[in-house]
């Protein structure tokens, strides 16, 4: 099983009246959000052996602006659109394999409730906002939460 999972949430994106919620994109400053967390997490040394997006255009971009820093490819899955639960993660980082880690980009409010159903700890991942959790066996650790502000900084 992969040792962490980390979650990345979607930068900042249009309103919901400006188009179809899964083809909302990303404002600017949800670009410069996406890019930060991704030169952020390569400063802080994380490589990723599987990266899975959200196939919504929002989550999409978010996970291709993070990779120019980080070097990955995109793997999307429907499920991170709607419906993504804790067992669905597990089952992607058991295809990983052992001592990888996974980054999962998405939304509100799956994300979070991945989080609490593994480490039990309940959390606000903001617009652009990163969540890490080491893993031991099925239940969870929450080792960072950072907000956009802070991956500006890191970055």
Same mark, same amino acid.
């Given at each position: ?34 890019? &930060? @967390? !991704? =030169?952020?997490?390569? %400063? *802080? ?49 058991? &295809? @990983? !394999? =052992?001592?990888?880690? %996974? *980054? ?52």
């Amino acid at each position: 099983m992969a040792r962490q999972l980390w979650f990345l949430r979607h930068g900042e994106a249009e309103p919901h009246d400006a188009r179809p919620d899964a083809e909302r994109r990303l404002t600017e400053r949800g670009e410069d959000q996406s890019r &930060a @967390a !991704g =030169r952020a997490l390569a %400063v *802080l040394g994380l490589d990723f052996q599987l990266l899975v997006s959200s196939p919504r255009v929002r989550a999409l971009d978010t996970a291709r602006l993070a990779c120019e820093t980080l070097g990955c490819e995109v793997v999307v899955d429907d499920r991170l659109g709607d419906g993504f639960e804790a067992d669905d993660a597990l089952e992607l980082a058991f &295809a @990983a !394999g =052992r001592e990888k880690r %996974v *980054l999962f980009v998405g939304h509100n409010p799956h994300l979070p409730q991945i989080i609490h159903d593994l480490t039990g700890g309940r959390l606000e991942l903001k617009k652009g906002g990163v969540a890490g959790v080491r893993l031991q066996g099925r239940r969870g650790e929450l080792i960072v939460l950072l907000r956009p502000r802070e991956l500006d900084r890191i970055g």
